[in-house]
């Protein structure tokens, strides 16, 4: 992990240098930003997924930037007073309180564009059909299909109690879309976009997003707000429905354990080849950030 996390931070750095930025400034915010660290979750399954399957470092960075920079712009734009109104990103001001809103607005866009350029234009991603089914998995996953969908249930669900399955819907589009997005882009950079392994990798990747996404909640009701670098309990300040506001922290764990599981049996088909997604299933429900 450590070693795949050094390389995507010089990817994004290369992506970044953009020698024609429009304004210095924009530039700067985009940088702080999407440079600030962070787990890399995303990237890392692009890496890990497409050197199971075979796929050559080279041919990981573009998606894996490519994934992270979208992930990026989401946290921007949720970060902004229309949306989650935060003050605290990564344990440091969030991009429109260190720069300012509009700007804020500006880098979001700008981060997306850049994403589909990667992916459009990098060699590394192989032929023109390979980066065309990347193209669509990365737009399915950030799209109203996937999380700008999920962010507008998350809206209109302020205040609202929301069954199980609604819960579920909203967390999977959210968040999970995109997770289960990294994974199958790896999985497209090694040539695996249909088949047994492909659903297998699917399901995988929709089980692992979810639990993803109920244990960031239950960290947000018990988890420390340092380590984290965000402040805790802001879901339930701002009346939002998560796991355990609707289930209770017991059987949101007992459910982030159960997608954990459900997961690691849907890598069957891989093998021996599904050790290393195995054990980032293990880290997702065991992070304490």
């Keep these: ?51 199971s399957l075979g796929a050559p470092l080279e041919a990981l960075d573009a998606p894996a930037a490519a994934v992270e920079l979208i992930h990026a712009y989401s946290l921007v734009h949720d970060d902004l007073p229309a949306m989650d109104d935060d003050d605290l990103r990564r344990g440091r001001p969030t991009c429109h309180r260190a720069f300012d809103e509009a700007t804020a607005i500006l880098v ?68 999970g879309a995109l997770i289960q997005g990294s994974v199958l882009l790896g999985a497209a950079a090694a040539g695996v976009i249909a088949g047994e392994e492909f659903a297998a990798l699917e399901r995988f990747g929709a089980d692992i997003g979810l639990a993803f996404q109920i244990q960031d909640d239950i960290l947000d009701v018990e988890g420390n707000a340092e380590l984290l670098g965000k402040r805790t309990g802001a879901d339930a300040a701002r009346m939002k429905p998560t796991y355990p506001s609707t289930a209770g922290l017991s059987r949101a764990r007992t459910r982030a354990f159960q ?14 080849r599904g050790e290393a997604l195995t054990e980032l299933a293990r880290y997702v429900v065991s992070r304490a950030s």
């Design 1 to 51: 992990m450590a070693a795949y996390k050094a390389r995507i931070e010089q990817v994004l750095d290369h992506c970044l240098a953009l020698p024609d930025p429009g304004t210095a400034r924009l530039r700067e915010a985009m940088r702080y930003s999407a440079l600030s660290g962070g787990k890399r979750l995303r990237p890392l399954l692009v890496y890990v997924t497409g050197e």
């Design 108 to 175: 979001g866009d700008a981060l997306q564009a850049l994403a589909f350029a990667v992916l459009a234009h990098d060699a590394g991603v192989g032929a023109a059909g390979a980066r065309l089914t990347m193209v669509r998995i990365l737009a399915r996953a950030s799209g109203t299909s996937g999380m700008a969908g999920g962010q507008a249930i998350d809206l209109v669900s302020v205040g609202q109690t929301l069954d199980i399955e609604a819960l579920e819907n909203m967390h999977a589009r959210k968040t």
């Design 259 to 272: 997608l954990r599981d459900l997961a690691i049996a849907a890598l069957a088909p891989l093998g021996a």
